[in-house]
């Protein structure tokens, strides 16, 4: 089956400064890359998600980007804030299979 | 619209007890799914569905069961507790011709003693 590997597992910025969590996954058969953050006692909300037919996708902060020859995608957070602050999670499907990576713990520093 | 609903959102089992967690969608999603979280180990998938009547395994599925007799509901049920079994349970549905985009429950935490 499909593995994700997330790195790293805790980041710490300072506010304003951007922030990169990288992903790679096995399966060349996955076609969908969602990202999802996880506030403390909440449930994983989707924040952005790419399709293996797009390289970027950027929506006002945050942007993810795919290269599915090295089976690799990035999460890019510019000028973050204090808010931001939580884990984030990668994941890859191969629909209706769908495996994440461990998490990143962000913290930002006002 | 209240989205994923599980309940309940705490409880605690005796080794060897048995129990349901619930999960309720009302978006008409065909999709249904449910992954344990534990730390450093991100979100593991238990078992799937991708429509009444059809279920299948994921990743971790021991010692768990699930049907699928409405599209609404998908309950997950542990047939003989273990403290391995303590954990936070989160399930989320779908829809499938949508890229697999799914949506979380608030997730369930489960102690076993």
């Known amino acids: 089956g499909e593995n994700v590997e997330q790195h790293p597992s805790t980041l710490s910025v300072q506010e304003g400064d951007s922030a990169v969590i990288k992903c790679t996954y096995s399966?060349?058969?996955?076609?969908?890359f969602p990202w999802y953050k996880q506030e403390l006692g909440k449930g994983p909300q989707l924040i952005i998600d790419?399709?293996?037919?797009?390289g970027e996708k950027k929506d006002q902060r945050i942007a993810v980007t795919l290269n599915k020859t090295a089976k690799h995608f990035s999460l890019h957070i510019t000028e973050t804030q204090p808010e931001d602050s939580a884990v984030y999670f990668c994941a890859a499907s191969n629909p209706p299979d769908m495996r994440f990576g461990a998490g990143t713990r962000l913290t930002v520093k006002p | 619209n209240a989205g994923v609903t599980q309940t309940p959102k705490f409880q605690v089992l005796k080794t060897g007890q048995s129990m349901t967690l619930q999960c309720a969608q009302d978006m008409n999603h065909e999709y249904m799914s449910w992954y344990r979280q534990d730390p450093g180990m991100g979100l593991r998938l238990i078992h799937y569905?991708?429509?009444?009547?059809?279920?299948d395994q994921g990743e971790v599925p021991n010692g768990y069961n699930v049907s699928r007799s409405t599209t609404e509901d998908f309950p997950l049920r542990l047939l003989s507790a273990a403290p391995s079994q303590t954990s936070v349970y989160f399930c989320?549905?779908?829809?499938?011709?949508?890229?697999?985009?799914?949506?979380f429950g608030e997730g369930s935490w489960l102690t076993v003693v």
């Open positions: 790419i399709r293996s037919n797009v």
């Open positions: 989320a549905s779908g829809q499938t011709d949508s890229g697999n985009t799914i949506y």
């Open positions: 399966d060349s058969a996955s076609n969908y």
């Open positions: 569905s991708v429509g009444a009547g059809i279920t």
